[in-house]
């Protein structure tokens, strides 16, 4: 049973001391290696851990092809400003062969995290000689998992996997205890700026976990154009987190006065302090008409824009 700290209990210089000591303790003067994804728990985790072991800890962005928009040269970028070096590793055939014919939400994840802890990390382990993972698991990752929700691409340990035999190497997580309003006050006290610490969630199966059904580059592509235009209108709207879906039903559309058997994208936009639950953000008509205006102005193929109206429970905030 993980020991939740809440963020009223948090106090964020002890916490940093204590796990700068623990990833200390653990790595002695050996390597370890973080997987920067960009999002809030591991921008965090990568300065605790460079804090932790300066030089000794190797900091990569896997580029799955899953992720969005321009979003490792912006990672790359902003941790070179923090003065930490990420190496970018090319692993997109990997993840779209993993992914390949895959429709079952469960399965897509079961593919990723195969891909992501066994082929990847186990091959720049073996490289770099480093035995230890160091990641940015939450205690959210964890719940949902253990309660049989979904499996979260990162939980091992509370399913009775060992990942030294599984994968070949130890796996530290100093984030485990908090929920995401914590991570944020941890980021925060590291000196991350706010575009980050503030960032919104987002998922480790990346945007395969806004494709229902099959996972192609090209469907990949078209959430990922929608996303881009989703994130720049809802950005004002101080809502926890919002998406853009790919759905696998085509319905009947018309252009050029034609008929158009199109795709659809659904926007949500949350509400929530911890991801637990959360409630639609009540957005005006006027951001819905340009959302729906942008969306199938510039994403090809889509007739169709819907919002989602259900909380989580029983809907959850990603769709796969
Ligand atoms: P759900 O969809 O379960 O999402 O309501 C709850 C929060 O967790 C994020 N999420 C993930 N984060 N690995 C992660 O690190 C995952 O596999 C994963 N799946 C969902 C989601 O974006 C939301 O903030």
Request: hydrophobic share 40%.
């Amino acid at each position: 049973m993980i020991k939740e700290i809440t963020a009223q209990e948090l106090n964020s210089e002890q916490f940093i001391n204590d796990k700068i000591e623990e990833i200390q303790r653990a790595v002695g003067d050996g390597m370890a290696i973080n997987a920067l994804s960009g999002g809030v728990d591991s921008s965090t985790v990568t300065i605790l851990g460079h804090r932790a072991l300066g030089k000794r800890l190797k900091t990569v962005f896997i580029e799955n092809g899953l992720m969005r928009e321009g979003e490792s040269k912006q990672v790359v970028d902003l941790f070179q400003k923090l003065g930490v070096t990420v190496e970018v590793v090319d692993a997109k055939k990997e993840f779209f062969a993993a992914l390949k014919g895959v429709a079952d939400p469960e399965e897509k994840r079961e593919a990723i995290t195969q891909t992501f802890y066994k082929n990847v990390f186990g091959r720049i382990i073996k490289e770099s000689g480093a035995k230890y993972l160091l990641q940015g698991t939450i205690l959210t990752d964890v719940d949902e998992t253990v309660a049989g929700i979904k499996r979260q691409h990162n939980v091992f340990e509370q399913l009775g996997i060992d990942p030294q035999e599984a994968f070949g190497y130890r796996i530290l997580e100093p984030l485990i205890q908090l929920r995401k309003d914590s991570v944020r006050k941890i980021g925060k006290a590291l000196g991350l700026p706010v575009e980050v610490f503030e960032r919104i969630p987002f998922p480790g199966p990346a945007l395969s976990a806004r494709v229902i059904g099959k996972v192609t580059p090209e469907r990949i592509e078209t959430v990922r154009k929608a996303t881009v235009i989703v994130e720049r209108l809802l950005k004002d709207t101080n809502a926890f987190q919002y998406m853009a879906i790919l759905h696998e039903d085509r319905v009947t559309g018309m252009r050029d006065n034609k008929r158009d058997f199109g795709q659809q994208i659904e926007v949500r936009c949350w509400n929530s302090i911890d991801a637990r639950t959360a409630t639609p953000t009540k957005l005006s008509f006027e951001i819905f008409e340009k959302l729906a205006g942008e969306i199938i102005r510039d994403v090809p193929g889509i007739v169709s824009v819907t919002y989602n109206i259900a909380t989580k429970p029983p809907s959850t905030i990603e769709v796969v």
